[in-house]
Nanobody, 124 residues
Framework: QVQLVESGGGLVQAGGSLRLSCAAS????????MGWFRQAPGKEREFVAT????????LYADSVKGRFTISRDNAKNTVYLQMNSLKPEDTAIYYC?????????????????WGQGTQVTVSS
């Protein structure tokens, strides 16, 4: 069992930056693929970024490529999402997710565990 707790969300002006963190419980964190997803009001949850257990494989949604950076620190059981050049369309609840048996996760159905989410609001 893995528990995920996100933090770092907030209100920021367009062009600003935020760093999200996701702290995981459990001794097997280092073996899990991790992902960030987001859900805007009235929309489905969508993929943002993913990282493999070793950090060797990373993938981003086209909408955030070049602006967001995912990373992980297995010693701290934490995965991060650095978000730069934020846009109003980045406004959403951001969720951290973990998958036990995959290299990366790009679909919600691939994830075994979810955090409770953290709100990111970007004002224009």
């Amino acid at each position: 069992q893995v528990q995920l707790v996100e933090s770092g969300g907030g209100l920021v002006q367009a062009g600003g930056s935020l760093r999200l963190s996701c702290a995981a419980s459990g001794r097997t964190f280092s073996s899990y693929a991790m992902g960030w997803f987001r859900q805007a009001p009235g929309k489905e949850r969508e993929f943002v970024a993913t990282i493999s257990w070793s950090g060797a494989n990373i993938l981003y949604a086209d909408s955030v490529k070049g602006r967001f950076t995912i990373s992980r620190d297995n010693a701290k059981n934490t995965v991060y999402l650095q978000m730069n050049s934020l846009k109003p369309e980045d406004t959403a609840i951001y969720y951290c997710a973990a998958a036990a048996t995959r290299q990366i996760v790009v679909r919600t159905t691939q994830c075994d565990y979810w955090g409770q989410g953290t709100q990111v609001t970007v004002s224009s």
